[in-house]
Nanobody, 123 residues
Framework: VPLVESGGGLVQPGGSLRLSCAASGFTFSTYAMRWFRQAPGQERELVATITSTGSTTDYANSVKGRFTIARDNAKNMVYLQMNSLKPEDTAVYYC?????????????????WGQGTQVTVSS
């Protein structure tokens, strides 16, 4: 399994969790890493992105200022620190690795996905 998430659980509103994603079987340092989430009955939502070197991050407006994505290329790990959690953050969180190969006639995307970890924010 190329990506394995951990760190989910039940937390009260206002609390914090740190999700981890362990990568294996591919050249981690050449892939951008992303966290998605999917709540019941809703489409999968992109939450946070970090470039392959870690130099640039981006966040969905709904989590900006509360969540932080980070990576450690020496350990093949990516993290999502989630603070000030709200009930609407409840979802299954997925780790994704993406690399775009532009060497051919048209760009080709390579993706790996984890199995997801449940985050529940409730009192």
């Amino acid at each position: 399994v190329p990506l394995v998430e951990s760190g989910g659980g039940l937390v009260q509103p206002g609390g914090s969790l740190r999700l981890s994603c362990a990568a294996s079987g591919f050249t981690f340092s050449t892939y951008a890493m992303r966290w998605f989430r999917q709540a019941p009955g809703q489409e999968r939502e992109l939450v946070a992105t970090i470039t392959s070197t870690g130099s640039t991050t981006d966040y969905a407006n709904s989590v900006k200022g509360r969540f932080t994505i980070a990576r450690d290329n020496a350990k093949n790990m990516v993290y999502l620190q989630m603070n000030s959690l709200k009930p609407e953050d409840t979802a299954v969180y997925y780790c994704n690795a993406r690399r775009i190969d532009r060497s051919g006639l048209r760009p080709e995307a390579f993706d790996y996905w984890g199995q997801g970890t449940q985050v529940t924010v409730s009192s």
